[in-house]
């Protein structure tokens, strides 16, 4: 509840509604303890007192009323019907909207058909039908206002329960035994909560007002009980003699209603899943640069060049040093593997090159990343936007992350290549068929037509791979391309990538997980941990002796044929959390080699050669164990 209140608070405007509409409870709460005059009360030769009379601060109305006491006394019972109408409308739509949901066919049908019907109808005027079969009076217009916005509810929640009905949980529910009725108070209900709570923070402010109309019109509050909407219908025939009559309950039907749907805007957004990271706000074009320091120097260094590479995540009063301090290289026609856990800050480091890590919460805070000698860092976004395509292409994990669901993939591809340069639309679809055709896709003539769904996932993932290079770029970025596919499936992604690479010229950065990806395709190898890079050197070398006690250790995890019978180890303990990262090496905890140096100061990576480790006492060196 704190941290729901906390995210709430971090919208203003909600904020600022949420107090003034318990400002206004309040006073509605504590009216029967004031020191009020009687609302009923008329005395007609003092009516029309204006503003700040004496024993009437908000004046009188054309009875000789006091309009502060009317004021108080109508704002309760709005309040009290608005509220009231809102919880009726949401409990019975949501009945409907789930009843239907759950049950689906001819259910479904009867009773959504039903709701149409009255969809059908203007809403005030079904309200003021309503009114007048049941007749005139406050609990008939609460009535009129609770049923006319049933529909909205339980088209709502009806949207929500056909997905949650057809969901894993419900069908093991089913499994368990549980009957229909259980299943929807255990399973169903629970989920569509919070869109009940967000529905009603956003229509309680109109209930207000269609009650406050029905009252207007006469069909509501009836005299002399007095609520906003009756007041307002009271004073309409003075409203240009004495216009405050008018002006005081229409300013608090306005700050009701106001107040209402901020707050309730700032309840939606704080009860979204996804935004409760904090990051209210749609990320920036490119992510945000604050470098503390001075970016180091290129030193000539292959075509990209990355320099002490920092990227923290800023989220509420806690900092995730995601990035700590990377030094990458690669070269023209190389490929670049990084390995390591996940969470090790591999795929922010890719991101970050290109700036595509989310601002907010995400920042770089330091380093540079030179392409041929160009600082990506901080770029111009009109620059960094044509290079990224063009330049340096992104492979990412999903496939369906490249891909939008609604468009064919030739379409897509067309319009990547028309993002750069300019190109008919029949020259077009000949460059993404032979895109296609180069990653080898059969029939592309045929499938440049199809959806997205209607190819499989590897196939979705070579059309990632075609659209990468749709622009004949200089470096793909690979971020685990084939972590989700099998391995007849990933073996041929990893063969058009070695070709591409070799007949094109291209630099490969490949993120992964798996040192038999590592050992097909790439020649140079950088293990990463805790956002840091833990070992740098050749495949070969890295492979056949690995000298840090993290790469020797995911090594000695992965399972080898034909080999005999070996134990396979795992790394006990897990990664530490990168808002507090220890001092020292970050892997003591779970090493086997840690001596009292390794917890202190930084330990920075010592070559040999071309041949980088990050570590006091590297595997294979010899050393003497503290007793």
């Known amino acids: ?140 217009a609460l009535i009129a206002v609770a049923a006319v916005n049933v529909p909205f509810f339980a088209r709502n929640i009806r949207g929500i329960t056909v997905g949650i009905a057809n969901k894993e949980f419900v069908d093991a529910a089913r499994l368990a035994g549980l009957s229909d009725k259980q299943i929807i108070l255990s399973e169903v209900l629970p989920n569509v909560v919070p869109v009940i709570v967000i529905a009603m923070s956003t229509t309680i ?132 593997g990084i390995i390591g856990e996940s969470g090790s800050g591999k795929s922010v480091t890719a991101l970050s090159i290109m700036g595509l890590v989310a601002s907010p919460p995400g920042m770089i805070t330091n380093g540079a990343a ?25 492979i990412f994990q999903d496939p369906l992350a490249t891909l939008h669901p609604l468009y064919r993939v030739g379409d897509q591809l067309i319009e990547a290549i028309q993002a750069h340069r300019r190109i008919d639309k029949v020259a077009g679809r000949d460059k993404a068929i032979d895109l296609l055709k180069a990653v080898r896709i059969p029939n592309a003539e045929k499938r440049i037509s199809d959806y997205p769904h209607e190819m499989s996932g590897g196939m979705r993932q070579r059309v990632g791979i075609a659209m990468a290079l749709a622009n004949d770029p200089d470096i793909i970025i690979a971020d685990e391309p084939t972590t989700a596919l099998d391995v007849t499936v990933q073996a041929q992604v990893l063969t058009i ?21 590592v050992a097909q395709l790439c020649d140079r190898v950088a293990v990463m941990y805790a956002g840091r890079v833990v070992e740098e050197g050749t495949t070969t070398t890295i492979l056949d002796a690995p000298r840090h006690p993290y790469t020797a250790r995911l090594m000695a995890c992965v399972p080898e044929l034909g080999g005999g019978k070996r134990r396979l180890e795992a790394i006990p303990g897990l990664p530490p959390v990168v808002d507090k990262l220890p001092e020292g090496c970050a892997f003591a905890d779970r090493c086997d080699r840690v001596q009292e140096g390794c917890r202190e100061g930084n330990i920075t990576l010592d070559r040999v050669g071309g041949h980088g480790v990050r570590c006091l006492y590297p595997v294979g060196q010899d050393r003497e164990f503290a007793e």
């Open 497 to 517: 990538l070695d070709d591409l690479r070799r007949s094109r010229g291209l630099a490969i950065v490949f993120i992964t997980h798996d040192f038999g990806v």
């Open 205 to 336: 402010g109109w209930m207000i007002l269609e009650t406050a109309g029905l009252s207007f019109l006469g069909l509501g509050s009836q005299p002399p009980q007095a609520d906003l909407g009756s007041m307002l219908g009271e004073a309409r025939s003075a409203l240009i003699t004495n216009p405050h009559t008018s002006i005081v309950p229409g300013m608090m039907i306005l700050i009701i209603v106001m107040s209402i749907n901020l707050l309730g805007d700032g309840v939606r957004d704080a009860l979204d899943p996804r935004l409760k990271s904090g990051a209210l706000s749609r990320p920036m074009a490119a992510t945000r640069v604050d470098r503390a320091h001075q970016p180091p120097e290129a030193e000539g260094k292959g075509l990209l060049e990355v320099k002490a590479l920092e990227t923290q995540f800023h989220v509420k009063d806690r900092i995730y040093r995601a990035v700590g301090g990377v030094d990458l290289h690669v070269d023209k026609g190389e490929c670049l």
């Open 1 to 140: 509840m704190i941290a729901f209140i906390a995210l709430l608070a971090r919208n203003r405007l909600a904020l600022v509604g949420g107090i003034v509409l318990v400002l206004v409870v309040l006073l509605a709460l504590l009216t029967p303890l004031l020191p009020l005059a009687d609302p009923d009360v008329t005395n007609t030769s003092n009516r029309f007192q204006p503003l700040f009379s004496e024993g009437a601060l908000m004046g009188t109305d054309h009875l000789g009323r006091d309009l502060l006491s009317r004021l108080m006394w109508g704002t309760r019972l709005s309040l009290a019907v608005g509220f009231a109408a809102a919880i009726v409308a949401a409990t019975i739509g949501a009945a409907v909207g789930i009843i239907a949901g759950y049950y689906g066919g001819r259910t479904d049908n009867i009773i959504m058909r039903g709701v149409d019907m009255l969809m059908a109808f203007p809403y005030i005027l079904l309200a003021l039908a309503i009114v007048a079969a049941l007749g005139p009076g406050l609990l008939n």
């Open 370 to 394: 030179y392409f041929d000698g160009e600082d990506l860092i901080g770029m111009p976004y009109g620059r960094l936007r044509d290079m990224r395509g063009r330049t340096v292409s992104y």
